[in-house]
């Protein structure tokens, strides 16, 4: 489970965040919106403890990013918009150092990796460079390294950036099988991705929270795509104290 709340990050005179409050359950995934700019890569930076806040708390699975980091990191995963892969590495050594990385015992390194490589459908580039494998196959390889270590909570920055239609539609059938058991937070600009493997929604402009609610509720008489475009541009639809959607 993941708990935002009244989160800010400035930097300087600038705010990229202001005072975010939203939740994430177990089994639940929420689709994270906003235009190029809104603060959604800062937020999620924030999440994973790879930036500090300026003030406010996020809590992943009960324990507080910033007074328990070493405790959210082992029920973290993270795939940022550019995967974090070393070009001159095959895959099964860079896979391995991923797992010592997140915290692997030794002994369950190898069994960690066969996973993720069954489950990435990785095997038939497992001798290859990094570099010369395709962006389809590198997103796979980013998405090998969040789940190395098995975790509760998985956070996807535009996890599809650059696949072309087959990819995207093998990488969300694998977010939402994977969403059975986890809480994932997918950080997209794309509506469609929403729809196909998200049940809850929140939007981000201008590094506030314009809306947060259950796809379900969101979309039973709109489509997604007013619903994003009315609340980007300041309209009345706004997010409620219970998670759901306002007009």
Do not use: W
Request: hydrophobic share 40%.
């Amino acid at each position: 489970m993941i708990e935002v709340a009244n989160l800010s990050k400035r930097y300087g005179d600038l705010a990229a965040v202001q005072d975010l409050s939203f939740t994430a359950h177990p089994g639940e995934i929420l689709g994270f919106l906003g235009p190029n700019g809104a603060g959604k890569t800062t937020t999620l930076r924030v999440i994973t403890g790879f930036l500090p806040a300026t003030s406010g708390t996020v809590r992943v699975c009960g324990f507080d990013v910033f007074e328990e980091s070493a405790e959210v990191r082992r029920r973290i995963g993270y795939l940022p918009e550019n995967p974090p892969l070393y070009n001159d590495m095959m895959v099964v050594p860079y896979l391995r150092f991923a797992a010592r990385i997140h915290g692997v015992e030794r002994g369950g390194v190898g069994t960690a990796v066969d996973r993720v490589i069954d489950t990435c459908g990785l095997g038939g580039v497992t001798g290859r460079l990094l570099g010369h494998l395709s962006k389809g196959f590198r997103q796979r390889v980013g998405l090998a390294q969040a789940l190395i270590h098995d975790p509760e909570v998985l956070i996807l920055d535009e996890p599809t950036n650059g696949l072309d239609p087959g990819q995207i539609r093998e990488m969300l059938s694998f977010i939402r099988s994977l969403g059975a058991k986890r809480t994932i937070v997918l950080s997209t600009h794309i509506l469609s991705q929403v729809l196909s493997a998200c049940q809850k929604v929140v939007i981000i402009n201008d590094g506030r929270i314009v809306l947060e609610a259950a796809l379900g509720d969101l979309t039973r008489d709109r489509s997604l795509e007013d619903v994003y475009t009315q609340a980007i541009s300041g309209g009345a639809m706004a997010a409620s104290p219970d998670g759901g959607a306002s007009a």
